[in-house]
C-alpha cells in the first residue's frame, strides 16, 4: 500500500522558517520524481515543487524561487521542503504528491500557518 506521511507544518511568524518532511512507503522511493503542492484557503492546488528520482534537478514555482529549497534522502525514503522566508500568504495546507505508474498518490497534508 502507497503511503505519503507529512509532517513539520505548524505556526510561525512572516520571515520565519519550517521544514516538511513526507515520509514514503509502498512503492520503489528511488525510483520516481516527487512533488510538494499546496492549498490555500479557499483556493485550488498550487504546485509548489519537484524534484527529480536522484535529486538531480529540481523545480519550483516562481513565487517559491530562492525561498524554498526541495530535497530527498532515498535512504531514508523521505522527501523535504525547507522553507524560508515565509510570507503570510504562504499559509495553506501542503501536500506530498507522487505519480506513480500506478496511480497519483497523495498524503493527507500537513497545516502551514504564516501569521503574527
Known amino acids: 500500500e502507497v503511503q505519503l506521511v507529512e509532517s513539520g507544518g505548524g505556526l510561525v511568524q512572516p520571515g520565519g522558517s519550517l521544514r516538511l518532511s513526507c515520509a514514503a512507503s509502498g512503492f520503489t522511493f528511488d525510483d520516481y520524481a516527487m512533488s510538494w503542492v499546496r492549498q490555500a484557503p479557499g483556493k485550488g492546488l498550487e504546485w509548489v515543487s519537484s524534484?527529480?528520482?536522484?535529486?538531480?534537478?529540481?523545480y519550483y514555482a516562481e513565487s517559491m524561487k530562492g525561498r524554498f529549497t526541495i530535497s530527498r534522502d532515498n535512504a531514508k525514503n523521505t522527501l523535504y521542503l525547507q522553507m524560508n522566508s515565509l510570507k503570510p500568504e504562504d499559509t495553506a495546507v501542503y501536500y506530498c504528491?507522487?505519480?506513480?505508474?500506478?496511480?497519483?498518490?497523495w498524503g493527507q497534508g500537513t497545516q502551514v500557518t504564516v501569521s503574527s
Open positions: 524534484i527529480t528520482w536522484n535529486g538531480g534537478a529540481t
Open positions: 504528491n507522487a505519480v506513480l505508474y500506478v496511480g497519483n498518490y
